[in-house]
């Protein structure tokens, strides 16, 4: 447990490598036979998993401070390793379907009580074997070219997952998603897709896969996180002397829509010298949709309850399925300070409230996200605030209390 008090933020903060796109581009690399080059990496205990994975896959990796390479080397093994992310087993599941032999993929129980339906029902439909254990995934395939449907996906990674397999094999292939969630992630993993070669072209609302297709090598460079880079957005609503930079303008990540959405919000946000700073803040009533940018969530509730006007979130189901509950568990852990709402179907609201200002303790519910942003709220509110649970960060973001420290926040 540690506390972080009221501080004057300044100085200049650099957005680590993102996390989606780093592990998009180790998976991706198990289909190539070319040397893959990966500069500007940021590690985590989501990046080692996916590095565990592509080792056991069979390739060799290289680990520099700031840069992987991947080469060609052995035969894919039978058993995996992950910790808790949901990203490399679910980007994994669809390659071991095709290797048509038995694996094992072991995971940490929480892990597993995330959803997978879509992949059990894909093993139902085509004869596999998919038994979900304690703590392990027993599984094997012989995934094949075909006609894919996709409904009601509660994470994109299933498709990006399937996009990521479906072009090595040996004929043509089509994924149709009926209310596909989280745009934003599949345009990345297209993007990934179509770095190393690969073309995939989306008519219709499908997904058109050209069997056979070869997969090359590529030297490329991770581009800065925006959803690691919200957190310091939110700080720099109230610290002016706060600049963030390592951000792509026309990154296709979703959460780049922190800067519309606080401009929405009536904050003016500047963009000089490669640096976002924060102007001025007037905050005004206004609706958020979760629906592309649920990561964003725990944050916006933060910069909500502080911003004392009426914000609703419409699709906050898209909370639910997480590392935690992050929707109820934000709710609770703000009502502490005395937020009022109210909660419906898919949809919560938050009013103007009378914050108090006792001494709390947080609950982070072992959720990088929700531990990160109530680090950003106890950093900016005069409470006396501890918080619990601060080796969660190591999940996305190791440096992420050293980066405050250097920001001049106060914590012990």
């Known amino acids: 447990m540690i506390e972080i008090k009221q501080s004057k933020a300044k100085g200049l903060v650099v957005a680590p ?85 038995t694996c094992t993929i072991y995971c940490k129980e929480t892990l597993l009580q995330r959803p997978l339906d879509y992949y059990k029902d894909l093993a139902l439909k085509n004869d596999f074997n998919f038994k979900i254990e304690k703590d392990k995934i027993v599984l094997k395939g012989n995934l094949k070219a075909q006609n894919y449907l996709i409904t009601n996906p509660k994470s994109s990674q299933f498709v990006s997952g399937m996009l990521i397999t479906l072009p090595s094999l040996a004929n043509d292939s089509t994924i149709e998603v009926i209310n596909e969630v989280s745009k934003p992630y599949l345009e990345m993993t297209l993007a990934t897709l179509k770095e190393f070669g690969i073309k995939i072209t989306y008519q219709d609302n499908k997904y058109l896969i050209k069997g056979k297709q070869k997969y090359q090598g590529v030297s490329i460079n991770v581009e800065g996180d925006w959803s690691q880079a919200a957190y310091f957005f939110a700080l720099a609503l109230f610290n002016k002397d706060l600049k963030i930079t390592n951000l792509n303008l026309n990154s296709l990540q979703g959460d780049k829509a922190i800067v519309n959405i ?46 004392q006007v009426e914000v609703t979130f419409i699709n906050t189901n898209r909370l639910i399925y997480k590392e935690s509950n992050r929707l109820d568990f934000m709710l609770f852990e703000l009502e502490k300070l005395g937020l009022k709402y109210k909660k419906e179907d898919n949809k919560v609201t938050f009013f103007k409230s009378n914050l108090n200002y006792k001494k709390i303790v947080f609950e982070t519910y072992n959720d990088h996200r ?17 918080i619990k649970g601060e080796e969660a960060i190591n999940k996305s973001y190791p440096d992420f209390l050293n980066d405050l420290k250097k920001l001049n926040i106060c914590m012990k």
């Open 17 to 101: 490598a993102s996390k989606s796109y780093l592990q998009r581009y180790i998976l991706t690399s198990f289909y190539t036979k070319d040397k893959v080059t990966i500069n500007n990496v940021t590690y985590s205990n989501d990046i080692y998993d996916a590095l565990n994975v592509i080792e056991a896959l069979g390739k060799k990796t290289t680990i520099f401070p700031k840069q992987i390479i991947i080469e060609e080397n052995k035969s894919p093994k039978d058993e995996y390793y992950i910790k808790e992310s949901a990203t490399t087993l679910r980007l994994l599941i669809p390659i071991l379907f095709t290797l048509n032999k």
């Open 370 to 386: 929700i531990f990160m942003s109530l680090a950003i709220l106890s950093a900016i509110i005069p409470n006396e605030t501890f």
């Open 262 to 307: 606080l401009k929405d919000f009536g904050c003016e946000i500047a963009y000089k010298n490669d640096c976002f700073m924060c102007l001025k803040r007037e905050f005004k009533k206004m609706t958020i949709d979760l629906n592309d940018i649920p990561d964003l969530g725990p944050i916006l509730m933060v910069i909500a309850l502080l911003a």
